[in-house]
């Protein structure tokens, strides 16, 4: 967990809306199910769907997972292509954009919350060495002491610095990811994303997607 001053934080909310993206940000699946009715299932060529009311979030987020698939040897599409539709999507259209496209599963995703954690670190104190000139042309330094007679000697003195209690500020993005197989319509695996502290919202799409495609490569979901 970084520690995350007022400043910090908002230079961090500047970030989270920047479009640049970096490599730095972690997501972890923190849960997880797998249909045991679907042990020997290897799907090859998914219909991703991202549900958001913003279309320009959906189509990145849906183009995002294609690519994060296919990095793992998988096949997908957006669905944003075949359904470029602002409104929420109906079963029929959905349905009507899957027949031909040699689909055989579909994998939607949901956010479920954004969380913002606190954590109070307590006050430190620490001696700081304080260096005394005098008179009598001694010093006290952080090697000793120079001169000056026992009285400069018995005048020096160490300064008690404090550094005041803050809160640390952790955000988690957590999403819902879901694979359904389109011969049977049903559920094959189902999981939760946690993305936390992420750079900017390119960098938590890119972690996510790629932690998930990795995860579905893992349970040989996708070739």
Not at 60 to 69: G, P, Q, R, V, Y
Not at 79 to 108: C, H, M, N, Y
Not at 148 to 174: A, D, I
Request: proline share 4%; net charge negative; aromatic share 12%.
């Amino acid at each position: 967990m970084t520690k995350t001053r007022p400043s910090k934080l908002f230079i961090f909310f500047i970030a989270l809306c920047a479009l640049a993206a970096c490599s730095t940000t972690s997501t972890n699946i923190s849960q997880s199910y797998r249909n045991p009715g679907f042990e020997e299932t290897v799907f090859k060529k998914l219909f991703v769907i991202g549900v958001a009311e913003n279309q320009e979030s959906r189509q990145a987020f849906e183009d995002a997972f294609a690519k994060a698939i296919a990095a793992e040897g998988g096949g997908a599409q957006a669905s944003w292509g075949l359904l470029p539709q602002t409104t929420k999507l109906e079963e029929e259209e959905i349905r009507a954009a899957i027949e031909g496209g040699d689909f055989d599963g579909v994998l939607i995703t949901r956010l479920l919350s954004v969380d913002k954690d606190q954590e109070y670190v307590e006050p430190k104190a620490y001696n700081n060495a304080q260096t005394r000139y005098y008179s009598g042309g001694g010093y006290y330094g952080g090697g000793g002491y120079y001169g000056g007679g026992y009285y400069g000697f018995y005048g020096t003195t160490y300064t008690k610095v404090h550094e005041p209690g803050y809160f640390e500020t952790s955000t988690t993005l957590r999403l819902e990811t879901s694979l359904y197989s389109l011969a049977t319509d049903g559920l094959v695996w189902t999981g939760q994303s946690d993305t936390v502290d992420p750079e900017s919202i390119p960098d938590a799409r890119a972690s996510m997607t790629t932690a998930v495609a990795k995860r579905l490569k893992e349970e040989k979901l996708i070739p």
